[in-house]
């Protein structure tokens, strides 16, 4: 029979199959597609749960040990909330933040967090969370030799199977693994890892933190993971002798401040012979009286004063102020005669502690001097409102850490500084593009607010032009408009500025740029029963420690003042909310104020210092803390969105 005979009598037989039983045709390629189906979606998964307190290299090479060996496509860390037998486990956000740069940095695209639901508490709960959400693949569980006894004893076994599979990573060789394999007939779905690790634990780690021992830190954790624990002073790393000296090299390979978002960061700062001043004499005075005057040990009207004062400083900057052996100056000065002081003490670099947001924030320089001695410096503290704020936060900060409220001193150059000389030279450049005369009304403070709401508008069509400005001594926008009677007005928006830089601000706006119309907007408490965040107080009078003001032009228009509820009230200006306590709030109530604010003051005395010419200055406070209730100046990221519709609703009468 030749070659083509054989294919016909093939083919023949193949099609009489076909129409003999098709039924059994059909049932063979479900299968068949079946099968190819459950190649593709059962994926091989790792689940790898742990404390990771902290995350070290042992974990990770675990972790990629697995993938390679059994070839899974993905290992996820499970990062348990609580344990057991461990009550002194670091906060579970701390835990998984570190993970998370671990994995990062590791950067194997086979390693991944597994994201806990809130419900899910205890390690079993969590088990069964992951192990539901990968219902359709094949599981392999990661589990370290110590872990095998709690895995026999639970439920472990019995969810041993094709779809549930366990991985054991001996410390002590394959003996274990066999002793386990003894006590199961499922002996087929235990593997174990071959591989040789370093051998150390969590535990050991954080002894080495204990001890200061940097060196094991970094050699046993990935290098973000031991920075991250430097920066936190994490594992009682922050009560030895080798913290600072850890501070200041980590803060070397810090990234440039503009790449956080309102986080707290520690960043170099190099001191510069450049910069150095012809003067080099100093002087070192104690507290301001009015500082020593605030009693910390009184109720105060925060919620949670400590919560203030760390928002402002960080949780980092308060741990350095808390040191016992740490010496702590205010600089008041400028920038150049900061670098002058730095350097006649041997001071060649340092790291600065600060947050990266658009709210005043201080920062902290902690320096080695030349002698070995560790100093914290609080920098760029210039012009008397500014500076006594400045006070007033450290106090606050020395007496929460069990320290004398005014065992810091102010360091002062001999020189006399004119700070609204300088800041004028700096904002009058930042405004050289603007012309005299060709802006109807200038507004300061909520810019970062203000230029999202005039963006809306613009696409919306109620502003005709928006001119950004990103400088950055003084960010500010410019808004073209038509009014009601088709009349086109520029407005010029800034961002908050204070003390000293507000008057050097607003004499450029007035005077140089000969701006008739000046709107402060800013933030307030409101210490009246009837009062809750969000509403509007137009203050017709200003007072503080020096004494009153009254502002004539302040008057809003009824209808304005109807339709958007707002409210006039008395304001008294202090020069820090630290001064807020329960006694200081209840007699200024008791005096018939209204609102409390902190910068008020400073616009007022500007006013005043005017004369008779004739401009028009408004002020609108919006409520954003209630003193002595839960809602104050720490929760206002929570409130953002009823400020806005606030600055909204201001927007709309100056845009009239």
């Given amino acids: 029979m030749n070659m083509n005979n054989c294919f016909h009598s093939f083919q023949r037989s193949l099609f009489s199959t076909l129409f003999k039983y098709p039924l059994m045709i059909l049932l063979i390629m479900l299968i068949l597609i079946s099968g190819q189906s459950d190649a593709a979606e059962h994926k091989k998964i790792g689940i790898f749960p742990g404390s990771f307190d902290p995350i070290h290299l042992d974990h990770i090479r675990i972790a990629i040990d697995a993938a390679q060996e059994y070839k899974l496509d993905k290992v996820f860390f499970l990062v348990n909330r609580l344990h057991p037998t461990k009550n002194n486990l670091s906060d579970w956000t701390f835990r998984e933040g570190l993970l998370r740069k671990a994995i990062s940095e590791i950067a194997d695209p086979r390693l991944a967090l597994f994201e806990i639901s809130l419900e899910a508490s205890d390690p079993e709960k969590i088990l069964e969370?992951?192990?539901?959400?990968?219902?359709?693949?094949?599981?392999?569980?990661?589990?370290?030799?110590?872990?095998?006894?709690?895995?026999?004893?639970?439920?472990?076994?019995?969810?041993?199977?094709?779809?549930?599979?366990?991985?054991?990573?001996?410390?002590?060789?394959?003996q274990q693994i066999a002793k386990l394999q003894k006590r199961t007939d499922q002996s087929r779905y235990i593997k174990y890892?071959?591989?040789?690790?370093?051998?150390?634990?969590?535990?050991?780690?954080?002894?080495?933190?204990?001890?200061?021992?940097?060196?094991?830190?970094?050699?046993?954790?990935?290098?973000?993971?031991?920075?991250?624990?430097?920066?936190?002073?994490?594992?009682?790393?922050?009560?030895t002798p080798q913290w600072f000296d850890a501070l200041i090299k980590v803060s070397e390979k810090s990234e440039d401040e503009k790449?956080?978002?309102?986080?707290?960061?520690?960043?170099?700062?190099?001191?510069?012979?450049?910069?150095?001043?012809?003067?080099?004499?100093?002087?070192?005075?104690?507290?301001?009286?009015?500082?020593?005057?605030?009693?910390?040990?009184?109720?105060?009207?925060?919620?949670?004063?400590?919560?203030?004062v760390g928002n402002k400083l960080t949780e980092l900057g308060m741990k350095v102020l808390a040191k016992p052996d740490i010496s702590v100056f205010l600089f008041s000065g400028t920038e150049s005669l900061l670098h002058s002081w730095l350097l006649a003490n041997g001071v060649k670099s340092a790291a600065l502690i600060t947050r990266s947001r658009s709210v005043i924030t201080t920062g902290i320089l902690l320096c080695k001097t030349s002698l070995g001695r560790y100093i914290a410096v609080i920098p760029r503290m210039y012009g008397s409102m500014r500076e006594l704020q400045s006070q007033a936060l450290i106090s606050a900060a020395m007496a929460l850490s069990g320290k004398p409220a005014d065992s810091f001193l102010i360091i002062k150059s001999r020189e006399p500084i004119e700070d609204f000389r300088e800041t004028r030279e700096i904002y009058s450049k930042?405004?050289?593009?603007?012309?005299?005369?060709?802006?109807?009304?200038?507004?300061?403070?909520?810019?970062?607010?203000?230029?999202?709401?005039?963006?809306?508008?613009?696409?919306?069509?109620?502003?005709?032009?928006?001119?950004?400005?990103?400088?950055?001594?003084l960010p500010h926008c410019i808004a073209e408009f038509s009014n009601s009677d088709n009349t086109k007005k520029n407005i010029l928006f800034s961002e908050s500025v204070y003390g000293d830089q507000l008057f050097a601000l607003l004499d450029i706006l007035a005077n140089e740029k000969k701006i008739i119309n000046i709107i402060f907007l800013g933030g307030c408490g409101a210490i009246t029963n009837d009062a809750?965040?969000?509403?509007?107080?137009?203050?017709?009078?200003?007072?503080?420690?020096?004494?009153?003001?009254?502002?004539?032009?302040?008057?809003v228009k009824n209808s304005d003042m109807e339709s958007l509820?707002?409210?006039?009230?008395?304001?008294?200006?202090?020069?820090?909310?630290?001064?807020?306590?329960?006694?200081?709030?209840?007699?200024?109530?008791?005096?018939?104020?209204?609102?409390?604010?902190?910068?008020?003051?400073?616009?007022?005395?500007?006013i005043a210092g005017q004369g008779n010419k004739q401009l028009m200055y408004k002020a609108y406070l919006i409520v954003s803390n209630l003193p002595g209730s839960l809602e104050t100046l720490e929760n206002i990221s929570d409130i953002q969105e009823t400020i806005d519709l606030s600055i909204n609703k201001i927007l709309n009468i100056i845009l009239k």
């Fill in 565 to 606: 509820n707002m409210k006039t009230g008395n304001a008294y200006s202090v020069f820090s909310p630290i001064q807020e306590t329960v006694s200081f709030i209840d007699d200024l109530r008791s005096k018939d104020f209204q609102i409390i604010d902190v910068e008020l003051s400073s616009f007022a005395r500007f």
């Fill in 129 to 174: 969370e992951a192990l539901e959400k990968f219902s359709g693949s094949f599981v392999f569980h990661i589990i370290g030799e110590d872990s095998l006894e709690k895995f026999t004893k639970g439920n472990g076994f019995k969810r041993l199977g094709r779809n549930y599979n366990l991985i054991v990573k001996p410390r002590e060789g394959e």
């Fill in 430 to 473: 930042s405004l050289s593009s603007v012309k005299p005369g060709t802006i109807h009304s200038a507004v300061i403070g909520f810019h970062r607010e203000i230029s999202k709401i005039l963006s809306e508008k613009h696409l919306n069509g109620a502003i005709s032009n928006i001119s950004a400005y990103n400088d950055k001594d």
């Fill in 532 to 555: 809750k965040i969000g509403d509007i107080f137009v203050p017709l009078r200003v007072y503080d420690r020096s004494g009153g003001y009254i502002l004539n032009s302040n008057i």
């Fill in 193 to 239: 890892l071959p591989s040789v690790s370093h051998g150390f634990s969590s535990t050991q780690i954080r002894e080495a933190c204990a001890k200061g021992d940097i060196d094991s830190l970094y050699l046993r954790t990935p290098t973000s993971v031991a920075d991250e624990i430097v920066k936190s002073g994490a594992y009682g790393l922050e009560f």
């Fill in 259 to 308: 790449k956080y978002d309102d986080s707290a960061v520690i960043l170099p700062f190099t001191v510069s012979a450049s910069w150095t001043a012809s003067i080099t004499s100093f002087s070192f005075v104690a507290p301001d009286e009015e500082i020593r005057k605030i009693d910390f040990s009184a109720p105060h009207s925060f919620s949670d004063l400590k919560k203030y």
